[in-house]
């Protein structure tokens, strides 16, 4: 599987951006698809990741009620809705493949990385 991520740049406080990631691959439908995120300095964290049928999406707290994930299977395609950005969301952002759990250790496919700069 390969994963192709777009949508990253540079947005005020409190705007908004849309992240997309496009796999390759048949078996995109059945992985637990998700976004990762890492800050110069600071480790690969968890940002949000979604079950394969789009039921049930996952959030770290500190995204909660500010990001949304979604997955269309039809177009092998996740998106991150990321509104009330702020400036500590700065980051590239990674899109993440076939999941076995919320830490970076437990993916087996990564994309290049988009990068999200959120201005004060």
């Known amino acids: 599987v390969q994963l192709q991520a777009s949508g990253g740049g540079l947005v005020q406080a409190g705007g908004s951006l849309r992240l997309s990631c496009v796999a390759s691959g048949r078996t995109f439908s059945s992985y637990v698809m998700g976004w990762f995120r890492q800050a110069p300095g600071k480790e690969r964290e968890f940002v949000a990741a979604?079950?394969?049928?789009?039921?049930?999406?996952y959030y770290a707290d500190s995204v909660k009620g500010r990001f949304g994930i979604s997955r269309d299977n039809a177009k092998n395609t996740v998106y991150l809705q990321m509104n009330s950005l702020k400036p500590e969301d700065t980051a590239v952002y990674y899109c993440?493949?076939?999941?076995?759990?919320?830490?970076?250790?437990?993916?087996?496919?990564w994309g290049q990385g988009t990068l999200v700069t959120v201005s004060s």
């Open positions: 993440a493949g076939d999941l076995n759990a919320f830490v970076a250790t437990a993916v087996n496919y």
């Open positions: 979604i079950s394969w049928s789009g039921g049930t999406p």
